[in-house]
T-cell receptor, first 113, second 114 residues
Framework: QKEVEQNSGPLSVPEGAIASLNCTYS??????FFWYRQYSGKSPELIMS????GDKEDGRFTAQLNKASQYVSLLIRDSQPSDSATYLC?????????????FGKGTLLTVNP | KAGVTQTPRYLIKTRGQQVTLSCSPI?????VSWYQQTPGQGLQFLFE???????NKGNFPGRFSGRQFSNSRSEMNVSTLELGDSALYLC?????????????FGNGTRLTVT
């Protein structure tokens, strides 16, 4: 069973702080990694995708990938109350034709004004 | 460009009944994936269809089935409903196979089984 693990939280940070969300995965051959944001009562929406080791920045968001440690993280700088949501990590596993995209259970982030 | 459309938004069924959910993907997207979301289990993968073929399947019983039409629209069917099937069912479309391009989710169908 190929797994994606996230700390369920809740993670609480003050407005303006850096929020750090972490995700580990079990399949060493995983190739593609995604972060989705899901507001309460809404469907998930893509924030970032990352495919190679290192950092990828998009505005206030930075995704970090370390394949050797099987670890992917999402940093949110200058956190805003509107960032309060559940953040889902998704990993595409390897395995020939039997690939699939597996989601973690998500981390609930609360940004306090 | 219109997003992913799921119908109906809400359904209430009783145990033993069957239900069909519908999903219209974003125009040009050939892949449609279905997920079940519950508070305890999170997002669980049901299956993916690509060009009318089931490409991959999750660990759900055979009561869960689906299909995709030539216009990429997809339907999901659940037969002999159980109380545990109560969940939010999300459909997502992507340009290429899931994992090769980002998923775009619909608003979901909230199924309640009584």
């Amino acid at each position: 069973q190929k797994e994606v693990e996230q700390n369920s939280g809740p993670l609480s940070v003050p407005e303006g702080a850096i929020a750090s969300l972490n995700c580990t995965y079990s399949d060493r051959g995983s190739q593609s990694f995604f972060w989705y944001r899901q507001y309460s009562g809404k469907s998930p929406e893509l924030i970032m995708s990352i495919y190679s080791n290192g950092d990828k920045e998009d505005g206030r968001f930075t995704a970090q990938l370390n394949k050797a440690s099987q670890y992917v993280s999402l940093l949110i700088r200058d956190s805003q109350p509107s960032d309060s949501a559940t953040y889902l990590c998704a990993v595409k596993h390897s395995g020939g034709s039997n690939y699939k995209l597996t989601f973690g259970k998500g981390t609930l982030l609360t940004v306090n004004p | 460009k219109a997003g992913v459309t799921q119908t109906p938004r809400y359904l209430i069924k009783t145990r033993g009944q069957q239900v069909t959910l519908s999903c219209s993907p974003i125009s040009g997207h050939r892949s449609v994936s279905w997920y079940q979301q519950t508070p305890g289990q999170g997002l669980q993968f049901l299956f993916e269809y690509f060009s009318e073929t089931q490409r991959n399947k999750g660990n759900f019983p055979g009561r869960f089935s689906g299909r995709q039409f030539s216009n990429s629209r997809s339907e999901m069917n659940v037969s002999t409903l159980e109380l545990g099937d109560s969940a939010l069912y999300l459909c997502a479309s992507s340009l290429r196979s899931q994992g090769d391009s980002p998923l775009h989710f619909g608003n979901g169908t909230r199924l309640t089984v009584t």
